[in-house]
């Protein structure tokens, strides 16, 4: 089992920037992808980005684009996500995610490990 926690999230005005965090620990063999996705209320979980193992293969949702980076650092087992620009439809939980193979995907019920999640709320 791959235990996973979200940290960095808070309260920021809008145009403000935040870096989230999220440290693996259990069984964290490699190859595997990790994710971010993002749960506002009243809306569905979506997907925000993704990263392979190699940190050249990455994918992001059109509403990041430009604003929001995803990097890790494999020997922290952690990855990160950048987020600058931010303005209040940022706001939501933000989770943290991983799957036991390194294949990058925007689907959810793909991914099997979740961390407990961190809440952003971006002020207007």
């Known amino acids: 089992q791959v235990h996973l926690v979200e940290s960095g999230g808070g309260l920021v005005q809008a145009g403000g920037s935040l870096r989230l965090s999220c440290a693996a620990s259990?069984?964290?063999?490699?190859?595997?992808?990790m994710g971010w996705f993002r749960h506002a209320p009243e809306k569905e979980r979506e997907f925000v980005a993704a990263?392979?193992?190699?940190?050249?293969?990455?994918l992001y949702a059109d509403s990041v684009k430009g604003r929001f980076t995803i990097s890790r650092d494999n020997a922290k087992n952690t990855v990160y996500l950048q987020m600058n620009g931010l303005n209040a439809e940022d706001t939501a939980v933000y989770y943290c995610a991983a799957r036991s193979s390194g294949i990058l995907t925007t689907t959810l019920q793909r991914y099997d490990y979740w961390g407990q999640g961190t809440q952003v709320t971006v002020s207007s």
């Open positions: 990263a392979g193992w190699s940190i050249t293969y990455t």
């Open positions: 259990g069984r964290t063999s490699s190859p595997y992808a």
